[in-house]
């Protein structure tokens, strides 16, 4: 492949979203169930899946910036919650983090396996079958490159298809109301949310990039706005039988696979939902015998951690 073409592909493939869905918020929801004692409190459920309230905006100039600052800095979401009262918030809000919680055992470092995060590692052992697939498929359809599409959007997809599959584990084996757990979290989230989000990171946002407060202000509710529909979706999704549910995921994961495909030089390329349906098959098959034992030790962990102790405090204390 000649170099602009590559860099040309390359730049497609990059605006496949970050997450094809909200996908391993079901994950966070129950890690932040089990923190502190008797504390299943929706407020925390909805604080800890919303750091991931940018995710979707992949195509945005403000994406890395922001998805670094909700997974990274914690201390005004803390500053801001306690002000307000909602110490619940930023419990679940600080579980999800990247430098210590949960996006870290997920993403950088497992806690049975420290060499990798549980959804990379295996994200990594399930993308070379899905390629394979991938590759067939586009030979098939006569896309041209079809070794090099392969492989970029099985790397692209592995690690999402490995958090859904977590997803619907958690949901199946061990908490069934874990979607409608989300679901009402998000309808009931109240309007202190978005403000919290505002007054701990507009000004960061409206500094980097020279823009306005009330811009960056406009830029963060609109996308928490968008999100918090989205988690009311998953909630519903993942409130179905499971056959329902699996044939409703793959479906909109197809849906966003095929877009882009189309919107790149592969069109007339397309993924079915049975292919979709198999992947996500083949995820839950990957992770089947490990999963739970990656969460538990991973809500050990959580537990031991001196900012999660200190606000199981303050919240015991203000029932
Ligand atoms: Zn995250």
Not at 192 to 204: F, G, K, M, Q, R
């Amino acid at each position: 492949m000649k170099r602009i073409e590559k860099f040309i592909f390359l730049l497609i493939i990059f605006l496949l979203p970050a997450n094809l869905f909200a996908w391993g918020s079901a994950t966070h929801a129950y890690i932040s169930k089990q923190l502190c004692q008797d504390n299943s409190d929706s407020l925390s459920i909805y604080g800890s899946v919303v750091p991931d309230f940018f995710n979707q905006e992949r195509n945005s100039a403000y994406f890395n910036f922001v998805t670094k600052i909700t997974h990274y800095n914690l201390d005004k979401i803390k500053k801001e919650s306690n002000k307000r009262n909602l110490n619940k918030f930023a419990l679940g809000f600080i579980s999800h983090n990247e430098k210590w919680g949960s996006d870290l055992t997920a993403h950088k470092k497992a806690r049975t396996n420290f060499r990798n995060g549980y959804a990379s590692g295996k994200g990594g052992i399930l993308a070379p079958f899905i390629e394979a697939e991938l590759e067939n498929l586009f030979i098939t359809q006569g896309i041209s490159f079809p070794f090099f599409l392969a492989n970029s959007i099985a790397s692209e997809i592995a690690h999402p298809l490995i958090e859904v599959a977590v997803d619907l584990q958690i949901k199946f084996h061990e908490d069934e109301f874990i979607g409608s757990d989300i679901k009402s979290s998000a309808i009931y989230r109240t309007a202190y949310v978005p403000d919290i989000l505002i007054s701990a990171y507009a000004n960061d946002l409206s500094k980097k990039y020279k823009i306005s407060r009330t811009e960056a202000s406009d830029i963060i509710r609109n996308a928490e706005n968008s999100f918090c529909e989205s988690m009311i979706q998953y909630g519903e999704i993942l409130n179905q039988e499971y056959d329902s549910a699996i044939q409703q995921l793959a479906e909109q994961g197809t849906e966003m696979i095929n877009y882009y495909l189309n919107s790149s030089y592969a069109k007339g390329s397309f993924v079915t939902p049975e292919i979709m349906k198999r992947f996500i098959e083949l995820a839950i098959e990957k992770t089947k015998d490990d999963y739970f034992k990656e969460i538990s030790e991973t809500i050990k962990y959580l537990k031991k951690r001196s900012e999660v102790k200190k606000l199981c405090k303050k919240i015991s204390k203000t029932k």
